[in-house]
């Protein structure tokens, strides 16, 4: 146990200078990106002089390390600028879209292990039958769909073709928030782009799942069980599956990755209004301290995602902590 | 019977190691989904690269106003966009800019990726350590927003600094792999025994280790190639690939943004996902052919 909490801990420390990196990479970023946040509030009645002697007054020409400073102090109180497209803080936008992101993604993972965990048990557990081989086709086919090409074939099958759910937004628009049916509007905007997403990212658990499933059924306290005459579902339930499932929950961690970069392209085709498609909009119309925060939230999200698999896996393996 | 047969053939292959080529071609045959594949992608990649010399660029991609969303005809065989360009035209350039942007940061990505991992490997101790930090930091990063942001700021934006930009933050998972093989490598006895006789690090490294591992880099950067390809396509999709004056499989895609486009002008976007596919599957048939050629305990052959 004490090896347990040392490792996090030094997991933990390797992610500070992480964050630091991120956080200039991105203030580069930042300042390599044309125009400051005056420029978005530009008013033609102020001179230019105003405009120099107001860009002094906020710091704008001290040395970049002043000026970085300034802006992790910023950062540490949420404070992430002024958006000059929607006219208002960066926190407040990011505050609306991030709770649709956040169920979406929900949901995306909810489908992907609903899906996963079922497919990759039977295609284990009776490999090589036509229903694994089926299976095993779906895996082949879904690891080289682009996941956007994917998310395109189902809006329009299901979206546009069948019309059995909404092509856009989070919610109709007039319902009345707090409502059942605004509850359920919501969800009916979630399922199709959350189903496309996670159809993709069933892949890898599958595949993995059924090869860990194939190796384990032939150990040797597998045998042994069988020997001990225990019924076959309660050796898949209870010896198996316990073996093959921890791994899989290590990989929730990474799981957030992709969850990013899916949902870039998910929520613009879907014209979903969560964190993707804010980002999407925002550097299409060089809304650029929007831009800023929402990298620097998905690159710590990202960084947060793996130190949570790293955690569990080394909670599954102990051999990860000796290193 | 079958057992039997295949251990003549076991005794028959001892006689004479195969050569590398041999192997490869066996694996191949054997694997007839990646022979139709490499067959499939040799005459696409002949048909698209001998068909632009004759096809110009320009003239597909200048803007008709007269024959706006036309469908299928004889004319427009698969129709034409919003600008009234011919879709088929655009495909077949748009097939080999892809292809060629797939394969410029495969070949940049791989080769950064394999000095880095030997490096790395070759050298262990500190060296290793201070390598893989870095590399853990690149590998972190949110890949798509990171290269979005370079696109949209970059000045003098042109097909170059777009390759040089994914490469950028691409090289990371071809580095870890050599590594590993690099660490195991170094124990071997021909390098112990190079060592000794005075060849330099450099040396060693480039001309010995090297050539003993191509069979994984050659492996690795074909199954590479269908990831760049995809990659390419989707940031071509979102707008931030390559300009529209120069088409790739995602720009055609990119016009199913509308949902007019999406719901009604499927001639614009399904070949070109359809394109995008077999090229995918293609490309990774014949790399996991290359694989298990490579693998002799996986070899079907």
């Known amino acids: 146990m004490i090896d347990m909490w040392k490792f996090t801990l030094r997991r933990i420390l390797i992610m500070i200078p992480q964050i630091i990196l991120l956080s200039i990479l991105i203030f580069i970023l930042a ?21 120099e002697e107001l860009r002094e007054k906020l710091g704008w ?3 970049w390390h002043i000026q970085y400073a300034d802006w992790v102090g910023g950062l540490v109180q949420g404070d992430f600028g002024q958006s000059f497209r929607f006219k208002m803080p960066v926190t407040e936008l990011i505050g609306e879209r991030i709770v649709n992101s956040f169920w979406l993604s929900v949901a995306t993972l909810i489908f992907t292990y609903l899906i996963a965990i079922p497919l990759g048990i039977l295609s284990g557990r009776y490999n090589d039958s036509l229903l694994d081989q089926t299976i095993t086709g779906y895996t082949y086919l879904g690891f080289a769909t682009p996941l956007f090409i994917f998310a395109l074939v189902m809006l329009w099958v299901f979206g546009f073709m ?11 628009p007039g319902s009345e928030p707090g409502t059942f049916a605004y509850v359920m509007s919501k969800i009916n905007h979630l399922i199709l782009p959350a189903i496309a997403m996670a159809l993709i990212a069933t892949v890898n658990t599958v595949q993995y799942l059924r090869s860990e499933i194939i190796d384990t059924k032939q150990k040797d306290f597998i045998l042994t069980a069988r020997a ?3 019924s076959e579902s309660r050796v898949y339930n209870r010896h198996i599956l316990r073996n093959s499932l921890l791994p899989i929950a290590a990989f929730f961690g990474y799981e957030i990755t992709f969850l990013i ?3 870039i392209f998910v929520e613009t085709i879907y014209n979903y209004p969560g964190m993707g498609l804010l980002f999407f909009e925002s550097i299409t119309l060089r809304d650029y301290s929007v831009v800023t925060a929402v990298v620097l939230l998905f690159g710590v999200a990202a960084i947060l995602g793996a130190l949570l698999s790293d955690i569990i896996l080394s909670l599954v393996d102990p051999r990860i902590r000796i290193k | 019977m079958e057992a039997n047969k295949l251990n003549t053939n076991e005794e028959l292959k001892t006689h004479k190691s195969p050569s590398g080529f041999s192997i490869i071609w066996r694996e191949l045959v054997r694997d007839k989904l990646a022979l139709i594949s490499l067959i499939f992608l040799i005459l696409i990649t002949a048909f ?3 068909v ?9 991609v200048t803007v008709d106003l007269f024959s706006i969303h036309e ?3 004889e004319e427009f065989w698969l129709g034409t966009d919003y600008g009234g360009r011919d879709i088929f035209g655009q495909l077949i350039i748009g097939t080999r800019n892809s292809l060629s942007i797939g394969i410029l940061v495969t070949l940049m990505s791989g080769l950064i990726g394999i000095v880095f991992g030997l490096v790395a490997g070759y050298f262990g101790g500190h060296v290793d350590n201070v390598l893989m930090r870095i590399l853990d930091f690149f590998q972190i990063l949110p890949f798509l927003m990171i290269v979005i942001v370079f696109v949209a700021i970059v000045p003098k934006y042109s097909i170059w600094t777009f390759s040089l930009i994914m490469t950028a933050f691409l090289w990371m998972g071809i580095a870890r792999l050599i590594r590993s093989k690099a660490l195991q490598e170094k124990e071997l006895d021909y390098v112990q025994a190079s060592k000794t006789l005075g060849s330099s690090n450099i040396k060693i490294i480039f001309t010995q280790v090297l050539p003993n591992i191509t069979s994984l880099i050659i492996v690795t950067m074909t199954l590479n190639l269908a990831g760049n390809i995809g990659l390419e396509s989707g940031l071509s999709f979102l707008g931030f690939g390559f300009p529209e004056s120069t088409p790739s499989l995602g720009t055609l895609l990119s016009y199913a943004r509308n949902p007019q486009t999406l719901e009604y002008r499927w001639w614009i976007w399904v070949p070109a996902s359809v394109l995008i596919l077999l090229l995918m599957l293609a490309v990774r048939n014949v790399g996991e052919a290359l694989k298990r050629a490579t693998d002799a305990r996986q070899r079907r052959g």
């Open chain 1, 228 to 230: 001990k005459g225990a």
């Open chain 2, 52 to 60: 632009s010399f004759v096809l110009d660029q320009e003239e597909i």
């Open chain 2, 48 to 50: 698209v690269y001998g």
């Open chain 1, 31 to 51: 300042k390599m990106m044309p125009g400051d946040a005056l420029t978005g509030m530009i008013d033609p009645n102020v001179s230019p002089e105003r405009l």
């Open chain 1, 162 to 172: 069948l019309g059995w759910f909404p092509t856009s937004g989070s919610v109709s």
């Open chain 2, 71 to 73: 469908p299928p005809s």
């Open chain 1, 61 to 63: 020409n001290d040395p």
């Open chain 1, 261 to 263: 970069g899916g949902t």
